[in-house]
């Protein structure tokens, strides 16, 4: 049972920044991994995802202020997030695929998530 554990969430003012991590029981090389968001009363959001191949797509409305990125030697996954908007407040959850599988066929395992919270 593939494991992973979000750290990092917290509180801050318009405009600051947060950096969350994500802690694999897993080889993270070998699957593609993202970041994906919940706010009371929505939907959840894909925030950003990173292929296999280190390939990035973002949400329309995080580009240019957030940013993915993997180690996979230490088989965690980070979200520096910066110009932080009210906006942007929701649960974050860090997802991972099967291993081998394309982005596009959907993540199977999910953390329970960070809180971030942005006051105006």
């Known amino acids: 049972e593939v494991q992973l554990v979000e750290s990092g969430g917290g509180s801050v003012q318009a405009g600051g920044s947060l950096s969350l991590s994500c802690a694999a029981s897993?080889?993270?090389?070998?699957?593609?991994m993202g970041w994906f968001r919940q706010a009371p009363g929505k939907e959840r959001e894909r925030v950003a995802i990173?292929?296999?191949?280190?390939?990035?797509t973002y949400a329309d409305s995080v580009k240019g202020r957030f940013t993915i990125s993997k180690d996979n030697a230490k088989n965690t996954l980070y979200l520096q997030m910066n110009n932080l908007k009210p906006e942007d407040t929701a649960t974050y959850y860090c997802?991972?695929?099967?291993?081998?599988?394309?982005?596009?066929?959907?993540?199977?395992?999910w953390g329970k998530g960070t809180q971030v919270t942005i006051s105006s």
């Open positions: 997802a991972a695929g099967r291993e081998y599988n394309r982005c596009s066929v959907g993540m199977n395992y």
């Open positions: 897993t080889y993270t090389f070998s699957r593609c």
């Open positions: 990173i292929a296999r191949d280190d390939t990035v």
